[in-house]
């Protein structure tokens, strides 16, 4: 299905197929066209713009892959006048732009095709659909797969391209690419095979750590688009508090600031073994510095595939909460020095390790707030001032919210689903005895469909934010 020599080439080349970035350069688009020959361009072409589109229907993307192909078919041979592309281009542009364009719909497009020429076509490459929350591909069963391959095998590898890259839309593209290429080679060769079942066992094996570093990945950098360097170094600090809470502030800062720099460099990266070399590095370094402190983290990291410890930490629950000494606030005169942010960050630190079960989602919403308290204080005349009223409000608002997420989050790592359901009826009934039937069922949908998305360690943090 795929060329065995698919990757080398393109991974030599930035991830512009067609319709992105700086692509309505010829140049740029033929150079791929011609390295990659047709099929490899359309692959490529199909998994980009599911990635990009990750929201647009399977014949969405159809008809764009159709026309970016016939695009560079047409106006990339030998000896066709250079105004051929951006002809095309600019008819693709109208397209895009007309009341019943078979492209993928954008919020964004009205604004693009406010403009004229270049800037038009610039301002569409541009557009991107945010990455669906969770991922939504699910594997259908070997014989299934087979069914499916045997009838068409290109509308079989195309539906597949379509559905695993607009679902893991935010792992690095050369991850992506490794990860489609090795499936559609299991079922191309198991499919004819004498002994279908091993030979899908067998290959399911080999492909393991690349499924484990897909889903990795795509949390990893759904996480970064979202919260960007800073707030991802806060993110995993946190996370790492509550699952090792006795682990000091000194031991953490640098393992969160290594997972913020493997974010950094490796999520927009086209070096085709950026993320899994420096994941696994970073792996090697939690495990160094944490199995000595806390006997999980020695059973995660007992294992010899790097990447499947990788995976056990992040799926361990948060640890009990530690008696600890009350943690010392920072002084106003901190929190708008030279190191306020760092004051801030080892404030919200103490927090997390003491309250393990508060969610990823709340810790951030903190986060935004303290950052914006030191902006909008430290500037003022009176910085101290401002900062004492505003942490009066807090110190009244706050217990009760950290109270009620932290029970809640800790219930339902706990319980059986049934069981924490019926108790969170239960206590609904009590802190709410003037609420009709209705509405105790409308707040418990609500608290269950925050928990039961928002409680887990790779919540989608932009769907938690607005459910915070």
Avoid at 18 to 40: D, F, H, I, P, W
Avoid at 331 to 345: D, I, P, R, S, V
Wanted: glycine content about 4%; charged content about 25%; overall charge positive.
């Amino acid at each position: 299905v795929f060329c065995g020599a698919f990757l080398a080439p393109l991974l030599t080349i930035p991830p512009s197929p067609a319709l992105s970035g700086r692509a309505y350069v010829r140049e740029k688009v033929c150079q791929e066209y011609r390295m990659l020959g047709k099929e490899n361009f359309r692959t490529l072409t199909i998994i980009a713009n599911s990635r990009k589109y990750s929201n647009g229907t399977f014949e969405e993307i159809g008809h764009l892959v159709r026309e970016i192909v016939s695009l560079a078919e047409t106006c990339c041979a030998d000896g066709v006048d250079p105004s051929c592309y951006d002809a095309g281009s600019t008819a693709l542009s109208v397209k895009s732009c007309s009341a019943d364009s078979p492209f993928p719909a954008h919020p964004g497009t009205a604004e693009c095709c406010a403009h004229e020429g270049l800037e038009r076509k610039l301002c569409l490459a541009a557009l991107r659909h945010p990455p669906q929350p969770l991922p939504q591909y699910l594997q259908p069963s070997d014989k299934e797969l087979c069914q499916a391959f045997r009838q068409d095998p290109r509308e079989f590898a195309d539906r597949f391209l379509y559905e695993y890259s607009s679902s893991y839309s935010q792992a690095p593209l050369p991850v992506l690419l490794g990860s489609t290429r090795t499936f559609l080679s299991m079922v191309s060769t198991c499919c004819i095979s004498p002994a279908p079942t091993a030979c899908f066992l067998k290959e399911k094996l080999e492909r393991k750590t690349l499924s484990l570093l897909t889903l990795t990945s795509n949390r990893i950098c759904s996480r970064f688009s979202a919260y960007g360097k800073d707030k991802v170094r806060f993110s995993y600090l946190a996370l790492l508090a509550q699952k090792v809470p006795t682990a000091s502030f000194e031991d953490l800062l640098p393992l969160a600031e290594d997972a913020a720099e493997v974010s950094s460099q490796c999520c927009e990266s086209v070096a085709e073994d950026c993320m899994q070399k420096k994941l696994l590095e970073h792996t090697a370094k939690v495990c160094t510095a944490l199995s000595a402190q806390d006997r999980r983290f020695a059973d995660c990291c007992k294992g010899k595939n790097l990447m499947e410890n990788h995976f056990c930490i992040l799926a361990l629950p948060p640890a009990l909460a530690p008696k600890l000494p009350e943690a010392s606030e920072p002084t106003n005169k901190e929190l708008c020095g030279k190191e306020g942010a760092l004051h801030a960050t080892r404030s919200l630190f103490e927090l997390a390790r003491r309250h393990p079960s508060l969610p990823d989602a709340v810790l951030a919403k903190l986060y935004d707030s303290s950052g914006k308290l030191q902006g909008d204080c430290c500037s003022t005349k009176d910085p101290s001032a401002c900062l004492d009223s505003k942490r009066k409000r807090m110190e009244a608002e706050l217990p009760p919210l950290l109270e009620k997420a932290s029970q809640l989050c800790g219930q339902y790592n706990k319980l059986p689903f049934l069981e924490f359901k019926k108790r969170l009826r239960e206590s609904l009934a009590q802190t709410e005895p003037k609420a009709s039937p209705a509405q105790l069922q409308r707040l418990l949908e609500q608290r269950v469909s925050f928990a039961s998305t928002c409680c887990l360690p790779d919540a989608p943090p932009l769907l938690c934010a607005s459910k915070v």
